[in-house]
């Protein structure tokens, strides 16, 4: 059977420390990440019944880094390494061949690089490139529900220098008309759309500042490794599809409070194949919760099971790049393993046919038929 291993961490330092530990709700978010620092990684639970299409089974291992991303972007590079090193070495006793990076591990540092040098006997993954494949194809989905066209629509990327974005912005500045490309750093933004003239018609624009990259924005996909919220309901345009990727998510809660005529969704939510369970490894009765529905997993967790079902114990996806190549790669994977886009999710919940249509409603327009079945993951081949 293969194994393989995935890190996980707390994002809101009160809120999921609570979960274990209740008295946190009480307790100052410096003296929680004074503990947090003093903790050893931990495997957090099991993962059991994934089984492909192949027939293959599969199981694994949550590892919990105790690090929140405050804690990741403040403390030195060497502890926040140090840490992970040490869930690979649990990883490594487990006897996982493959290790993936979740949420904001995968962003601190040099996308994992170091890390795979400290580990020669266990492969890494970012799973960025199979987050790029679930974040196309959920918002063009998003997109066909709000009425929108890719080839008539303005799109932005926010965080567009990034990995993520800078694929995502590759793959749709092939699609769209007109592209934001929206990040912090300007020269950057410029190098990057003087790259991307080369291999599409689109008009590219570069904003430094988030208002005014959405200001006309239909579709926007938001990546970025900000540790707080960015996209605020006076940015968004009436009408918009907004697909998260973030982790923390870059979109305000208040979005969803303040705007019912915009679509906010999260990116990569995906569909496992087999009974996937995740049992805590003492109490097997018990399984852990993060938040999902059954069945259900992040794009860079299935990145990660499906390489390991395939056998293919390499550092697939590190750094700080994501190539088209990559996305078509690990998508053709996906769809011979079973795994493929589910349902969307947005703040913790399920997005429903009922809401899509209120929201096309109060967004003016007409009613269309919603379905969110889960479908196979499309391939973005180069031209």
């Known amino acids: 059977m293969e194994r ?6 707390p994002i809101d330092a009160r809120r999921d420390v609570a979960r274990k530990y209740p008295i946190a709700r009480f307790l100052p978010v410096r003296l929680i990440e004074w503990f947090l620092t003093r903790q050893n990684p931990m495997v957090v639970c099991e993962v059991k019944g994934v089984r492909s299409l192949t027939g293959k089974e599969l199981e694994g291992w949550f590892i919990g880094c105790p690090l929140t991303p405050h804690q990741m972007i403040t ?8 840490k992970l090193e040490q869930c690979g070495r649990i990883a490594l006793e487990l006897g996982a061949g493959i290790m993936g990076l979740g949420a904001f591990t995968s962003v601190v540092g ?10 020669p006997n266990l492969a890494i993954t970012t799973g960025n490139s199979y987050t790029v494949a679930t974040a196309i194809e959920g918002v063009k989905e998003g997109a066909r529900l709000m009425g929108h066209r890719i080839d008539n629509a303005v799109v932005a990327v926010v965080g567009a220098t990034g990995s993520i974005g800078s694929t995502c912005a590759e793959i749709l500045a092939r699609e769209a008309p007109e592209v934001a490309l929206v990040g912090r750093d300007l020269s950057r933004l410029e190098r990057l759309a003087e790259r991307l003239k080369s291999q599409s018609q689109a008009k590219l624009r570069v904003f430094t500042d988030v208002a005014t990259g959405l200001r006309d924005a239909d579709v926007i996909i938001t990546v970025t490794s900000a540790t ?9 345009k009436r009408g918009a599809v907004v697909c998260d990727v973030s982790r923390p998510r870059d979109v305000s809660v208040r979005v969803a409070k303040e705007r019912q005529d915009v679509l906010v969704i999260e990116g990569g939510i995906v569909q496992v194949p087999g009974e996937m369970r995740l049992p805590y490894p003492n109490r097997p009765q018990e399984e ?10 992040y794009a860079c967790m299935s990145e990660t099971m499906m390489l390991a079902l395939e056998g293919r114990y ?3 996806t590190l750094g700080k790049e994501v190539s088209v190549q990559q996305v078509d790669e690990i998508s053709k994977l996906a769809v011979k393993h079973g795994f493929c886009l589910a349902g969307f999710r ?14 096309q409603a109060a967004a003016g327009l007409p009613p269309a038929a919603v379905s969110l079945a889960t479908s196979p993951m499309k391939t973005h081949q180069t031209p």
């Open 110 to 119: 040099d996308g994992g690089i170091s890390l795979a040098k400290r580990l």
């Open 346 to 359: 947005a703040f913790e919940e399920a997005v429903t046919p009922e809401q899509i249509a209120r929201i």
């Open 314 to 316: 390499e550092s697939f």
């Open 4 to 9: 393989f291993a995935f890190v996980i961490h």
């Open 288 to 297: 852990f919760n993060f938040g999902f529905p059954p069945n259900t997993a």
């Open 228 to 236: 707080d919220a960015i996209i605020l309901p006076e940015h968004l």
């Open 75 to 82: 403390l030195p590079y060497d502890q926040v390494l140090e």
